[in-house]
């Protein structure tokens, strides 16, 4: 017979813990697999969304290098640094656009860092999948940001 409290304790491991606003708390690494760990802790409708965008990324940018840190996912362009990340809040995911004053036009969210715009996905949203394809492609021409 299995032993229930070691059953639980494997499952709680398994699943990454949600820090504030729901954001999955998933370990440092490269490469799609933590990319796609933390996609699936997303809560709730994130998780779908978090799998659109991905896919929307991958499909425009085959060759697209994928980080988790911070707890955030981060996508890049081999030797030219990290153009975009996901962060999970309670209502929305957090786009940023590393270098997102340089687009056109402007993702509509500022940020304290002037190179930086965001994009709010929300659940009741329908994405405009040609715009945000469109800030993808361009932002992944640009410099990106180097931590």
Known sequence: MADKS?????????????LSGGNPQIPKGDGDGPVQAYIAAMPGWKSEAGRMLDSLIVHELPEVR???KWNSPLYGIEGQGWFLGLHCFTRYIKIAFFQGASLKPLPPVASKDANTR???????????????????RHASALPGWKP
């Open 118 to 136: 965001y994009f709010h996905l929300h659940e009741d949203e329908t994405l405009d999948e040609a715009q945000f394809t469109s800030w993808v």
């Open 66 to 68: 994928k980080a988790v």
């Open 6 to 18: 070691s059953d639980k304790a494997t499952r709680r491991e398994e699943t990454p813990r949600l």
